[in-house]
């Protein structure tokens, strides 16, 4: 099973701001089989973007993603107060699929 | 556009068998994988399974013991059972679909909470 570890476990930051998740996998995996989701509270996740798809319906290109091997990171160049939420990397290059425990952007 | 709701007990008693179903419009069960993913109180996503073609199954190995995944093509549903329940099992469930095996899920139910009590 691959595990995911995502860092930091909050981050506080103002709306304007550059938000820079990470996502760790315990093995080497291909961007291609990388997912990022946004959470907010009482809601399910909600795709953000993709490795092989891009960005999801209805999400803006503030929202991007990058890395490779075992080091993945989403980016929301400048936040918008919808963008404050719990945000969960995905792996799904073979089953069991996994997620990371979640970053948590909020308001500063 | 495809929609997707769960529905089922929201209570269970610990050893007994969690059914939940997930009724799916806009589209048909036919075609896609059709997911089962849970969330525990304040913890992680945890991926239960999938169908596919309206039988196949994968399942994670963590829970392949216990679980089964069927699907009801005539009501367009399809189905979770989780046997041998325990307090571990309470977390919001959730229904998704995605395009393939190694694709990520689009489309979610809004989720049930189902909490394992006596």
């Known amino acids: 099973e691959i595990l995911l570890t995502q860092s930091p476990g909050t981050l506080s930051l103002s709306p304007g701001e550059r938000a820079t998740l990470s996502c760790r996998a315990s093995?080497?995996?291909?961007?291609?089989?990388i997912a990022w989701y946004q959470q907010k509270p009482g809601q399910a996740p909600r795709l953000v973007i993709s490795?092989?798809?891009g960005r999801a319906a209805g999400i803006p290109d503030r929202f991007s993603a990058s890395g490779s091997g075992t080091d993945f990171t989403l980016t929301i160049t400048r936040l918008e107060p919808e963008d404050f939420a719990v945000y969960y990397c995905q792996q799904f290059v073979s089953p069991p699929q996994t997620f990371g425990q979640g970053t948590k952007v909020e308001i500063k | 556009q495809v929609q997707l709701q769960e529905s089922g007990p929201g209570l269970v008693k610990p050893s007994e068998t969690l059914s939940l179903t997930c009724t799916v419009s806009?589209?048909?069960?036919?075609?896609?994988?059709w997911h089962w993913i849970r969330q525990p109180p304040g913890k992680r996503l945890e991926w239960i399974g999938y169908i596919f073609n309206t039988g196949r199954t994968i399942f994670n190995p963590s829970l392949k013991s216990r679980v089964t995944i069927s699907a009801d093509t005539s009501n367009n549903q399809f189905s979770l059972t989780l046997n041998s329940v325990t307090a571990a099992d309470t977390a919001v469930y959730y229904c998704a679909r995605s395009e393939s095996p190694a694709a990520a899920s689009g489309h979610w139910g809004q989720g049930t909470l189902v909490i394992v009590s006596s």
């Open positions: 490795g092989a798809s």
């Open positions: 806009g589209g048909s069960i036919s075609s896609y994988y």
């Open positions: 093995q080497t995996i291909r961007i291609t089989y």
